[in-house]
């Protein structure tokens, strides 16, 4: 279901509004917060391993901010998979780091 088809809270049954959450227009619930993503959940995650050890990253961005993770992205409805996914996570998540710490 695409973004704007989305009139009530999948969670709660509640309204929705259309506000810029996530880099895009997302509905957001008026009552509980919900924002619905009209994404398939599909994610590329970067495993690179060096002497043993893996890198590890500290998410940006909430949920989860701070903690850390496997370098990766998520997949958006309107995007199409995977290798170009795979390269863009790596230009975006790893090449900035002048000395990563495995
Ligand atoms: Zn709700």
Redesign the pocket.
Known sequence: MRAEEVKF??????P?MLEFRFAQDRPV??????IYFADPKVAVALMLEREGKILLVRRAHDPFRGLWTLPGALLTAAKTPPKRHSVNAWRKLVSPLKSPVF
């Open positions: 809270c999948p969670k709660c049954g509640q929705v619930c008026t009552v509980c917060g919900f």
